[in-house]
């Protein structure tokens, strides 16, 4: 049996970098996945191919995380399709780099709203679907940052600790029903958007790869392990965890 047979299964932020191989890994392990991301573009393309590639059912959902009713709709339309939700993974998020100094309250706002209060909005909403089918398990996108802090990204690094804090709380609240959250916490992860990042600020990656103790950068793959092992029910006994994925490094 695959580690998510037939798990019923939303991914947010699924249309590239690590929410997408994140969908892929969900698809190989069995699971029924309905991607998300905000919008369509190639998500329907893909969907149709992963789901020939791995033989089972893989649909894009189209929604703003921060539109409330938008993702309310979302989710009741995977309710209403499939019966239950046993899987969440909100993975959507945005990131801005600045020094202290020059962080605007317009950055902080969109930051949070994208990286906090729509997990918030996600996990109110899809525990009361949960529920109903006697549990479930969520997993949130932390980081790094949000654990030990970063130069450059006091903004972030705030919304991944907010999302640790929410992670920890919601865990206890929810746990009744039968319904897990924890927090995957990645490193430095080699994706498209890391590349974008370090190129523009000069510094060099052999740099950091010298602080990472296993003496490699991350990969997508190293975190979509990490979520489809604490979805599953073999992490069944573990909730309100942050599972730090980062090769013991110190940034």
């Known amino acids: 049996m695959k580690l998510l047979e037939n798990k019923v299964s939303v991914i947010t932020g699924a249309g590239r970098g690590i929410g997408c191989v994140i969908a892929e890994q969900f698809a190989r392990d069995g699971a029924v996945v309905y991607v998300n991301d905000i919008v369509p573009g190639d998500l329907e393309a893909w969907a149709r191919d992963c789901s020939d590639r791995n033989g089972t059912k893989v649909v894009p959902l189209c929604f703003d995380v921060t539109d409330s009713a938008a ?32 962080v605007t309250r317009p950055l902080l706002e969109e930051m949070f709203r994208v990286n906090v209060f729509a997990v918030i909005d996600m996990i109110q909403t899809v ?43 919601a865990a206890k609240e929810l746990s009744p029903l039968q319904i897990r959250v924890n ?13 974008e990042l370090y190129e ?18 991350g990969t997508p793959q190293d975190v979509a392990d990490a979520v ?19 090769g013991c490094a110190s940034i």
Do not use: C, H
């Open 71 to 102: 993702l309310r709709a979302g989710l009741q339309s995977v309710y209403k399709a499939e019966g239950r939700i046993d899987v969440v993974v909100n993975n959507a998020a945005i990131i801005q780099n600045q020094k202290l100094g020059m």
């Open 200 to 217: 523009a600020s000069g510094e060099k990656i052999d740099q950091r790869i010298s602080r990472i103790a296993l003496g490699r950068l």
């Open 127 to 169: 525990a009361r679907l949960m529920a109903r089918g006697g549990g479930g398990s969520i997993v949130n996108m932390a980081s790094i940052t949000g654990m030990v802090g970063s130069p450059g990204q006091v903004a972030y690094s705030s919304t991944k600790g907010a999302v640790i804090a929410l992670t920890k709380s």
């Open 183 to 195: 927090a995957v916490a990645p490193g430095i992860i080699r994706t498209e958007r890391f590349e």
């Open 228 to 246: 489809a092992f604490l979805a599953s029910d073999r992490a069944s006994y573990i909730s309100g965890q942050i599972l730090g994925v980062d």
